[in-house]
């Protein structure tokens, strides 16, 4: 019997607990295939994604002055997207990264670990698609260059300057 309280206390702890974040919390689903435009400056890109995602709610996960408010992490697993500029060029990439969208004291703040596509719509600055490896952080209002305002030491590719006419 006391062999059985062990794990059975665990398995109940775990059950408890999920949905709080943790990211076995919720299975993968297919993200939409159909494609989807992209702004760079002067043109457009279209943008064909398949694989599977996963939003994991944090909010509120915790709250401390000294760190970002988290509301949610995307995590992408096995994606692939696929990118055509106007002249019909064509740029694939994995995407296997995550993205935390977070408030810090004045902004919002996302913060991009792995593989991901940045794409940062007209309107907001500095219009463009991105392609980081690494850990990359940008803020929603934040200074926008060098490229769109991604600060940090992952590698940053402008996928605009590769598609452009």
């Not at 689903?29 to 989807?36: C, G, I, Q, S, Y």
């Not at 995590?75 to 969208?101: C, D, E, F, M, R």
């Not at 670990?113 to 392609?131: E, H, M, R, W």
Request: charged share 15%; hydrophobic share 40%; proline share 9%.
């Amino acid at each position: 019997m006391k062999r059985l309280i062990k794990p059975l206390a665990l398995a109940l702890g775990i059950g408890l607990f999920a949905g709080t974040g943790a990211a076995v919390a919720e299975p993968l689903t297919p993200v939409d295939t159909t494609a989807e435009t992209l702004d760079c400056p002067g043109f457009q890109v279209e943008a064909v994604t398949t694989g599977k995602t996963k939003v994991i709610d944090q909010f509120p996960h915790h709250y401390n002055d000294s760190k970002p408010l988290r509301f949610y992490t995307n995590v992408g697993a096995a994606i692939t997207i696929t990118l055509t500029g106007p002249t019909l060029k064509v740029v694939s990439y994995p995407l296997n990264g995550t993205i935390q969208v977070a408030l810090g004291p004045t902004d919002f703040v996302y913060k991009a670990t792995g593989k991901n596509l940045i794409s940062l719509p007209i309107g907001s600055g500095a219009p463009g698609i991105f392609y980081t490896s690494g850990q990359v952080t940008w803020t929603l209002n934040g200074p926008v260059y060098p490229n769109g305002g991604l600060t940090g030491p992952g590698k940053i590719t402008d996928v605009c300057k590769l598609l452009a006419p």
